[in-house]
Nanobody
């Protein structure tokens, strides 16, 4: 299973970006998907998560600004980021809880995409 994240870049404060992460490979199903971020010198923290049924969970710092969604037919999770602030600058990682054809559940991570918010 591979997760490929994309959509990061440089944006001015107040701007928007949309991250995408697509899962590929051999698997039976995907349960929870999510986005984490890691700023320089800090730990990796949850940004947002979404269940297979569409239940969402957000970090307090992004509530009202970020929206997580998924397209189960495309095995893809998105993160729409509006009202970006300099403190949102970080490497963003996607993850997914995947059940393989042997019915084993494992968590996989994408390679990370850099988001820089600066004027």
């Amino acid at each position: 299973v591979q997760l490929q994240a994309s959509g990061g870049g440089l944006v001015r404060p107040g701007g928007s970006l949309r991250l995408s992460c697509v899962a590929s490979g051999s698997f039976f199903s995907i349960y929870d998907m999510g986005w984490y971020r890691q700023a320089p010198g800090k730990q990796r923290d949850l940004v947002a998560a979404i269940s297979s049924g569409g239940y969402t969970n957000y970090a307090d710092s992004v509530k009202g600004r970020f929206t997580i969604s998924r397209d189960n037919a495309k095995n893809t999770v998105y993160l729409q980021m509006n009202g970006l602030k300099p403190e949102d600058t970080a490497v963003y990682y996607c993850n997914a809880d995947v059940v393989d054809p042997m019915m084993k559940r494992s968590r996989y991570w994408g390679q990370g995409t850099l988001v820089t918010v600066s004027s």
